[in-house]
């Protein structure tokens, strides 16, 4: 089925944090339209199991494709790392998660081949990023650590504190030691205390955000699949769209803090049904 | 309907806080039986918006009636708080949650008539500790205060940590300023950080567990109802069951670190089909 060029992206995440990978695409394809999922009823997915997490990812898709768009944004670093690869198999649009980006960018970045990776225990335990840095090169050494305190600490808005301060040294010390030259946010969340880890690693490590690099990407495929949108569409004409599966309220204040658009409102939606 | 004193009593809550629960009904009422369910693939609730809550709540009410349960507990200080007052109407066998029970102790514990409660955003945003203790003594004055950050550190281990007091010294230091002598631990994760908690505020302060108060009220509720089981289940009957909606393995790693009782297996279940 060939794809209308003014039809939306589709871009979930397990709550918020996949923003600030739709910040990213606003910010760099300023004419595409975009259709954001949250599943804030069953947030957080990364302490859960592939096989839940890959069933909900499931019911998103589903979803969104009742809302006609012409790809799909795996904002969420575990749904990537659990579900894209079966997911992608099932469908007939392009689809692209945040990890194999943030992958090649830290490839890229490394002079020493040493590439530390935070994220949650799920994205972890997957050994996703190491799977997919060995790809491009075999020699890199891939050490991973899960922070499961960095998504609460966030969300309650401890983004520069002691505690986030004294946290961050424990997660981080070990992968400090073992001599890192790169690190991967390889959580949606973390960009957000960019500041603190980048406080804490030093200047020596380089920080990479595959947000900037999933954008880059998904410009590409679009140009490639000629699905780019041509024209901004018109102001009025819903550019942005916001679903939630719970508590739209609390999201609409915590998007406004992340993207600098000012974000009205979130329709509920009961994602079990889908 | 006349149910069967040897039947099971159900257990839930969002996922393993409310074993504290259970585990208080093992010591009080020895000879019962119980489903103890977790919904580890949506936890947690105190997040989540009373509509949400409810609806899960009844999809897991759904579930412990197939398993032919007696009565059923509401473990779980969120779904107690949105959830029991919607569910008794429903249901025609007993059911009862553990907000009233840690009502009614804080309301007798009292001297200065000033209670404060730690919970959820949900729990404290339904004030309905405050509305309970307002039904025993009108003239008691009760606070409020949401303690985000202690579930997660919890379920992270830092039960005895420099930063888990920091956290609680800034949590509870309004609570201690406006004179409180009683402090209901109303999350069912709170009764594993007692002693911090204890330590912050102070000796001057009763600390309440309403588990306790829970476990008595089932008793003497099943006694009433002529449902108490009077002989013990015989070994190798499974006198207690546990299932989950997701990760099973990590279930089963926490509940045996709450329950000295070799808990082996926890079936998991998709509590989105009931």
Chains 1, 2 share one sequence.
Do not use: W
Not at 130 to 154: D, H, M, Q, T, W
């Amino acid at each position: 089925m060939k794809m209308n060029r003014n039809a939306p992206i589709g871009v979930f995440d397990s709550g918020v944090g996949g923003l600030t990978v739709a910040r990213e695409i606003m910010r760099q394809i300023p004419n595409e339209r975009i259709v954001y999922f949250g599943d804030t009823a069953r947030v957080p997915y990364g302490s859960k199991s592939k096989e839940t997490v890959t069933r909900y990812s499931r019911q998103i898709v589903r979803f969104l494709r009742t809302q006609d768009v012409k790809a799909i944004v795996v904002a969420c670093n575990t749904a990537s790392a659990y579900a894209l690869d079966e997911i992608e198999k099932e469908i007939d649009i392009p689809i692209i998660g945040v990890v194999k980006p943030g992958a090649k960018v830290a490839s890229d970045a490394t002079r020493n081949g040493k590439i530390g990776v935070i994220a949650t225990e799920a994205t972890i335990g997957s050994e996703i990023y190491s799977r997919y840095i060995k790809e491009i090169n075999p020699k890199a050494e891939v050490l991973g650590k899960a922070c499961p305190l960095f998504v609460p600490l966030v969300e309650e808005g401890l983004l520069h504190d002691p505690v986030t301060d004294e946290i961050a040294m424990r997660y981080l010390s070990g992968l400090i030691d073992s001599g890192i030259d790169t690190l991967i946010l390889g959580c949606t969340h973390y960009p957000l205390i960019r500041s603190t880890v980048g406080k804490v690693v030093g200047e020596g490590v380089t920080l990479v955000n595959p947000a900037y690099e999933t954008a880059r990407e998904l410009r590409e495929l679009l140009e490639q699949e000629e699905l780019l949108n041509e024209t901004k569409p018109e102001l009025g004409s819903n550019q942005y769209q916001f679903f939630v599966s719970d508590a739209a309220e609390k999201f609409i204040r915590f998007a406004n803090s992340i993207i600098k658009y000012g974000i009205l409102s979130a329709k509920v939606i009961n994602i079990e049904t889908y």
